[in-house]
T-cell receptor
Framework: GDSVTQMEGPVTLSEEAFLTINCTYT??????LFWYVQYPGEGLQLLLK?????DKGSNKGFEATYRKETTSFHLEKGSVQVSDSAVYFC???????????FGTGTRLLVSP | DVKVTQSSRYLVKRTGEKVFLECVQD?????MFWYRQDPGLGLRLIYF???????EKGDIPEGYSVSREKKERFSLILESASTNQTSMYLC???????????????FGEGSRLTVL
């Protein structure tokens, strides 16, 4: 079945450092890909998405490119802030299905 | 502001009790979902519903049931709570369909259940 694999955390960075969180997926067909973020004490919210190969999703300085050849959707940010500390989830939604499949989440800790 | 509201943020129940977790959305979404979130396991789908009175099992439905009597409300029921059901429960909703604008889930803030 469909699955999403994320790098294990926590990822610990200093403010203004470059961030990469790796995400790879296994799916038949042409899924849509998502990054969700969960701030402490809150539910998840959509950060960005991409619906077809080579699409780049971007929001709040974060970017991710849908790479079909490597089945990847890595999350990047050029300069992280303390306020980016959260848990980040990669997810996919396959054609013909209503549900999303999530990765296990990666915790990001940013120190001043 | 669109919203998914879960009735209880924190609950403490005893083993064997019947537990109801309520979720209401105001976005007129067809799809509603219940996930549980556990450290190291991410989000796992318990049940979902794409219409009133319709339900589909997710990946871990054992020990749970659901009810969707109205479009805006989706309830998760633990018939006889057990300690291994201690977890964070997240409700979400989304539009029905296959288009590029569908698939985004809107989440509630979660209900943290402790079963003693």
């Amino acid at each position: 079945g469909d699955s999403v694999t994320q790098m294990e955390g926590p990822v610990t960075l200093s403010e203004e450092a470059f961030l990469t969180i790796n995400c790879t997926y296994t799916a038949t067909g042409y899924p849509s890909l998502f990054w969700y973020v969960q701030y402490p004490g809150e539910g998840l919210q959509l950060l960005l998405k991409a619906t077809k190969a080579d699409d780049k999703g971007s929001n709040k300085g974060f970017e991710a490119t849908y790479r079909k050849e490597t089945t990847s959707f890595h999350l990047e940010k050029g300069s992280v802030q303390v306020s980016d500390s959260a848990v980040y989830f990669c997810a996919l939604k396959n054609t013909g299905f209503q549900k999303l499949v999530f990765g296990t989440g990666t915790r990001l800790l940013v120190s001043p | 502001d669109v919203k998914v509201t879960q009735s209880s943020r924190y609950l403490v129940k005893r083993t064997g009790e019947k537990v109801f977790l309520e979720c209401v959305q105001d976005m007129d979404h067809e799809n509603m979902f219940w996930y549980r979130q556990d450290p190291g396991l991410g989000l796992r789908l318990i049940y979902f519903s794409y219409d009133v009175k319709m339900k589909e099992k997710g990946d871990i439905p054992e020990g749970y049931s659901v009810s969707r009597e109205k479009k805006e409300r989706f309830s998760l029921i633990l018939e006889s709570a057990s300690t291994n059901q201690t977890s964070m429960y997240l409700c979400a909703s989304s539009l029905l369909g296959q288009g590029a604008n569908t698939g985004e889930l809107f989440f509630g803030e979660g209900s943290r259940l402790t079963v003693l």
